[in-house]
């Protein structure tokens, strides 16, 4: 085989190894859309029930000229839809700031149930720059109004406590509901796709350093339990 021979040879290699790289490149591209696609459909994955029901009461007090109540209910609505909306669900933010964000859909929820939703948050100030992923907590939450809440004529308590333990930040959201099956880790009368949302957010965002459990709450009820390592914002 003569030098010209050997040299085709060598480009046509590097050719094709420039063509399974560039190939390579556009797979990994098209897999990176399809995910932010994903991802941006769950940013606009707010439960249609919520903002119906939400509209419905605004308009129920307006007709009994609950006007200062009614408006109220729209401000929070406009800063709640404007936060779960302008949020990457790929960024985090801080505690306090989704602490914030889940206080405004239950503060509209509160206005339908009235005495029938109770809330509690134990949290300390401490962990109020912690990092977590936006909008984690409040299908959690939909779920335990869903359930545990609108299901009971007295209604019920959603419990949210937030604790560190060495490197990890814990977040818990507990109801006194009437409970529900688990079958693998999951709730079986969950229908949706809330808690498989959260856990693929949190897989992309900490690989395997994270842990989402679903037990049953005592003496009744749910609790979720999320841990994810414990950061600051780098200002902080």
Same mark, same amino acid.
């Given at each position: 085989?003569?030098? *010209?021979?050997?040299?085709? *040879? ?69 800063? @709640? ?17 989704? !602490? ?5 859909? !239950? ?5 339908? @149930? ?6 509690? @948050? ?42 560190? @333990?060495?490197?990890?930040?814990? !977040?818990?959201?507990? *109801? ?14 969950e229908n949706g796709v809330g808690l498989a949302n959260s856990r693929e957010r949190l897989q992309a965002l900490y690989n395997n350093n994270f842990s989402l459990v679903v037990a049953n709450n005592k003496p009744k009820g749910v609790k979720v339990s999320i841990r994810m390592p414990y950061e600051l914002e780098e200002?902080?």
């Amino acid at each position: 085989m003569g030098m *010209d021979d050997k040299a085709y *040879d060598i480009n046509e290699e590097l050719d094709n190894l420039e063509r399974e790289r560039i190939e390579k490149q556009n797979v990994l591209e098209a897999n990176s859309v399809a995910h932010q696609a994903q991802l941006k459909m769950l940013r606009y994955q707010l439960n249609p029930h919520f903002l119906f029901n939400t509209l419905n009461a605004i308009s129920t007090l307006i007709l009994v000229q609950e006007n200062k109540i009614a408006n109220g209910m729209v401000t929070k609505l406009s800063e @709640f839809l404007r936060y779960s909306l302008d949020k990457d669900p790929m960024k985090k933010v801080t505690l306090n700031s989704e !602490l914030h964000a889940l206080k405004l859909y !239950l503060d509209i929820e509160k206005v339908r @149930f009235e005495d029938r939703l109770r809330v509690e @948050f134990v949290v300390a100030d401490d962990y109020k720059n912690a990092l977590v992923p936006s909008m984690i907590l409040q299908p959690i939450a939909e779920n335990s109004i869903k359930y545990a809440i609108a299901s009971q004529e007295d209604g019920g308590t959603i419990k949210v406590t937030v604790t560190r @333990f060495a490197n990890d930040l814990l !977040l818990e959201l507990a *109801d006194n509901g009437p409970g529900a099956e688990i079958k693998k880790g999951n709730l079986y009368r969950e229908n949706g796709v809330g808690l498989a949302n959260s856990r693929e957010r949190l897989q992309a965002l900490y690989n395997n350093n994270f842990s989402l459990v679903v037990a049953n709450n005592k003496p009744k009820g749910v609790k979720v339990s999320i841990r994810m390592p414990y950061e600051l914002e780098e200002n902080t």
